[in-house]
């Protein structure tokens, strides 16, 4: 069996990124964008669909970090003869580039270490077999319309399809490599220094990471998720990926795999708090307009994700010939989400600029013009059922969050300065959000006086833990305080929040899967929004606990087996990580936390 989901890290240079597992294998990187095809990708299959591995040739342990603020991870291999250090990166920039550079430094600290180098490109999600011929200084191997070159000074072998490399150093000697990509058609990645590339990343990084605010007692795991966050964009268009990876279950052998290397449009709410209040306006900024962009066009055709340049055809697909993570299949590439009715996405859309308005972000030229045309085609559907925040493959029904996101769009269209609708327009939108929310209280809450999940349903719902949290209801009225304790009393395990019962007639799929990160993170929210700073700083610490050695977390974790599942490292994780710390750090009021 290969590498568990927690025994990776990633690398990433705001246009892709890389998962390197604890063994110095990296197995799977997409070129050159986050949703391109894979040219390793041994991560939902074995080595011969693609890694690059890279470590002693005996016996070793192993313990890694990153280089503090990037994402230039440093791993030490201690053997009984010696010691070596590898640092691996994506060389990463500001300027547009036609290439992609991986690079991997190699140090010997102490001793002597034998070492063995083994590369199998494998193109299209490690279905193709590239061309590969020698070139000065290395190879390069083609396919398609694809060309990616390894350039070092050490010898390189080829064996069984494979690209090898044994070498020996000695205390104070070092070596390297460097995978270069682009197009075929464009002319072979430059040799570059390594070194010189090595400098300019981690001045990157280290420009980025020093804005961050100060987070108190949490503030390493605040720059490290915020880290993550910029390492997820795409620099770009300004979007921001759910995930690198597609297809990591969210049950171990299920078949609830999908492709998370896009950009949803729920997202953007929490996203634009966690930048904003961090200190990232350039971020803020190019993440609102790449929003901007996106969705500019007719307003029935709003779609719940996109992709990083805002394209809207995801067509989803199974991948035959990959048996997925841990036996885990089908392989999906695209995801059919895109095609859904979400009503909620209307709320995050009309939200997110909001909160960004209200941050003093001044709205674009044609801004209020557009939101009124989402405004006008809200009022003709928010009766209509939807397949909710979860992306249920059942039936519609009406969820209860979809009508309070519904609620928030027209509350934020009703205040002044946000659109360019008159005092008339203005107060029929508030008339329509006080209908909702009447509407919600009637159809939406238990008689035992919790939320539940959707109208007429007796099922919970860990989203109705964002009531307060954008301020559908205060926090000190008693329904709030009833859906956190019923949630965290019957819909988690060991304490940790499940997004809803997953068995057989939850969704439409078979049933079983992990806790959902965020959920819990939410309930953290809603602890601390309650004055209840005691379990939440309990729970909260328990989440950052969740962490693996390098602070990253996966969409959902297992607390039976102690394992994380779904895909990895996800944003939406992280972010609630950011916000939660923000808000029990003090930094973060209530009046902040609503969009």
Same mark, same amino acid.
Request: glycine share 10%; with cysteine.
């Given at each position: 069996m290969g590498?568990?989901i927690e025994?990776?890290?990633m690398l990433?240079n705001?246009?892709?990124a890389?998962l390197?597992?604890r063994?110095?294998?990296i197995?799977w990187?997409c070129?050159?964008?986050?949703d391109s095809?894979?040219v390793f990708?041994?991560?939902?299959g074995?080595?011969e669909h693609? !890694?690059?591995?890279l470590?002693?040739a005996?016996?070793?342990?192993s313990?890694?970090r990153?280089?503090?603020g990037?994402l230039?991870?440093e791993?030490t291999?201690?053997?009984?003869?010696g010691?070596v250090?590898? +640092?691996?990166?994506?060389a990463?920039?500001?300027?547009?580039e036609?290439h992609?550079h991986?690079?991997r430094?190699?140090?010997?600290?102490?001793?002597? =270490?034998a070492?063995?180098m083994?590369l199998?490109?494998?193109f299209?999600y490690g279905?193709l077999v590239?061309w590969v011929t020698q070139?000065?200084?290395?190879?390069q191997?083609?396919c398609g319309?694809?060309? =990616?070159?390894?350039?070092?000074?050490?010898?390189?072998?080829?064996?069984?399809l494979?690209?090898?490399a044994?070498f020996?150093?000695?205390s104070g000697?070092?070596? *390297?490599?460097?995978?270069g990509?682009g197009a075929?058609h464009h002319?072979?990645p430059?040799?570059?220094d390594p070194?010189?590339l090595?400098a300019?990343?981690e001045?990157?990084w280290?420009r980025?990471s020093?804005?961050c605010?100060?987070?108190g007692?949490?503030?390493r795991q605040v720059r490290r998720?915020l880290?993550v966050l910029?390492g997820?964009?795409? +620099?770009?268009?300004?979007?921001i =990926?759910a995930a690198?990876?597609?297809?990591?279950?969210?049950r171990?052998?299920?078949n609830?795999? *999908?492709d998370?290397?896009?950009?949803w449009?729920?997202?953007?709410?929490?996203t634009l708090?966690?930048?904003?209040?961090a200190?990232y306006?350039d971020e803020?900024?190019?993440f609102?307009?790449?929003?901007r962009?996106?969705?500019?066009?007719?307003?029935e055709?709003?779609?719940a994700l996109?992709?990083?340049?805002?394209?809207r055809?995801l067509?989803?697909?199974?991948v035959p010939?990959?048996?997925?993570h841990?036996?885990s299949?089908?392989?999906r590439i695209?995801?059919?989400a /895109?095609t859904?009715?979400?009503?909620d996405?209307?709320?995050e859309?009309?939200?997110a600029?909001?909160? /960004?308005h209200?941050?003093g972000?001044?709205?674009?030229e044609?801004?209020?013009?557009?939101f009124?045309?989402?405004?006008?085609q809200l $009022?003709?559907?928010?009766?209509?059922?939807?397949?909710g925040i979860?992306e249920?493959?059942d039936?519609r029904?009406h969820?209860?969050?979809?009508?309070?996101m519904a609620?928030?769009?027209?509350d !934020?269209?009703?205040?002044d300065?946000?659109?360019n609708a008159?005092a008339?327009?203005?107060?029929?939108?508030r008339?329509?959000?006080?209908?909702i929310?009447?509407?919600?209280l009637?159809?939406?809450?238990h008689?035992d006086?919790?939320f539940?999940?959707?109208?007429g349903?007796?099922r919970l719902?860990?989203? !109705?833990?964002l009531?307060p949290?954008v301020?559908?209801l205060?926090?000190e009225?008693?329904r709030? /305080?009833?859906?956190?304790d019923?949630i965290a009393?019957e819909?988690?395990?060991d304490?940790?929040? $499940? #997004?809803? #019962?997953?068995?057989d007639s939850a969704d439409?799929?078979?049933?079983g899967e992990?806790?959902?990160?965020?959920?819990?993170f *939410?309930?953290?929210?809603?602890?601390?929004?309650l004055?209840?700073?005691a379990?939440?700083?309990?729970?909260?610490?328990?989440l950052?606990g969740? !962490?693996?050695?390098v602070g990253?977390l996966?969409e959902?974790?297992?607390?039976?087996s102690g394992?994380? +599942?779904?895909n990895?490292p996800?944003?939406?994780?992280?972010?609630?990580?950011?916000?939660?710390a923000?808000?029990?750090?003090?930094?973060s009021?209530?009046?902040e936390?609503h969009?």
């Amino acid at each position: 069996m290969g590498a568990r989901i927690e025994d990776h890290a990633m690398l990433g240079n705001c246009r892709s990124a890389a998962l390197v597992d604890r063994d110095g294998t990296i197995d799977w990187l997409c070129l050159p964008r986050f949703d391109s095809d894979a040219v390793f990708a041994a991560l939902l299959g074995a080595e011969e669909h693609g !890694c690059w591995q890279l470590a002693p040739a005996g016996d070793y342990r192993s313990h890694r970090r990153y280089r503090d603020g990037s994402l230039v991870l440093e791993t030490t291999f201690e053997t009984a003869q010696g010691e070596v250090q590898v +640092l691996d990166f994506m060389a990463t920039s500001d300027n547009e580039e036609i290439h992609t550079h991986l690079v991997r430094v190699v140090r010997c600290t102490r001793g002597r =270490v034998a070492m063995k180098m083994r590369l199998l490109l494998r193109f299209d999600y490690g279905h193709l077999v590239p061309w590969v011929t020698q070139i000065e200084g290395g190879i390069q191997a083609v396919c398609g319309p694809d060309r =990616v070159s390894v350039r070092t000074p050490l010898k390189l072998e080829g064996h069984d399809l494979a690209t090898e490399a044994q070498f020996a150093l000695e205390s104070g000697g070092s070596t *390297w490599f460097v995978l270069g990509h682009g197009a075929s058609h464009h002319e072979l990645p430059p040799a570059i220094d390594p070194l010189q590339l090595l400098a300019d990343t981690e001045a990157f990084w280290g420009r980025w990471s020093s804005r961050c605010v100060h987070a108190g007692r949490w503030d390493r795991q605040v720059r490290r998720s915020l880290v993550v966050l910029k390492g997820l964009s795409y +620099l770009p268009t300004g979007a921001i =990926v759910a995930a690198p990876t597609t297809s990591l279950p969210e049950r171990l052998g299920g078949n609830r795999n *999908w492709d998370y290397r896009y950009c949803w449009l729920r997202d953007s709410v929490f996203t634009l708090l966690a930048l904003l209040t961090a200190g990232y306006m350039d971020e803020a900024v190019a993440f609102r307009d790449w929003l901007r962009r996106t969705v500019a066009g007719s307003p029935e055709q709003l779609q719940a994700l996109y992709g990083v340049g805002g394209e809207r055809r995801l067509l989803e697909w199974e991948v035959p010939w990959l048996p997925g993570h841990a036996g885990s299949s089908p392989v999906r590439i695209g995801n059919a989400a /895109a095609t859904q009715f979400q009503l909620d996405v209307y709320g995050e859309l009309v939200g997110a600029f909001h909160y /960004a308005h209200s941050k003093g972000m001044p709205a674009p030229e044609w801004g209020g013009s557009l939101f009124e045309a989402y405004l006008d085609q809200l $009022e003709q559907r928010w009766c209509e059922p939807d397949e909710g925040i979860w992306e249920i493959r059942d039936r519609r029904r009406h969820f209860v969050h979809s009508k309070v996101m519904a609620w928030l769009a027209f509350d !934020c269209g009703a205040r002044d300065g946000f659109s360019n609708a008159d005092a008339e327009k203005r107060a029929h939108w508030r008339a329509l959000a006080d209908r909702i929310h009447a509407q919600v209280l009637e159809q939406g809450v238990h008689p035992d006086g919790h939320f539940v999940q959707s109208y007429g349903s007796d099922r919970l719902d860990a989203a !109705c833990l964002l009531i307060p949290l954008v301020g559908f209801l205060p926090p000190e009225d008693p329904r709030v /305080a009833a859906t956190a304790d019923i949630i965290a009393r019957e819909l988690s395990v060991d304490g940790l929040v $499940e #997004r809803y #019962r997953a068995d057989d007639s939850a969704d439409g799929l078979p049933p079983g899967e992990g806790v959902f990160v965020a959920c819990s993170f *939410w309930l953290v929210d809603n602890y601390a929004l309650l004055g209840r700073r005691a379990e939440a700083t309990a729970l909260f610490e328990r989440l950052v606990g969740l !962490c693996n050695d390098v602070g990253l977390l996966a969409e959902e974790y297992d607390p039976r087996s102690g394992r994380m +599942l779904g895909n990895f490292p996800q944003g939406y994780s992280h972010v609630a990580l950011v916000n939660s710390a923000l808000r029990l750090h003090g930094l973060s009021g209530e009046k902040e936390t609503h969009p």
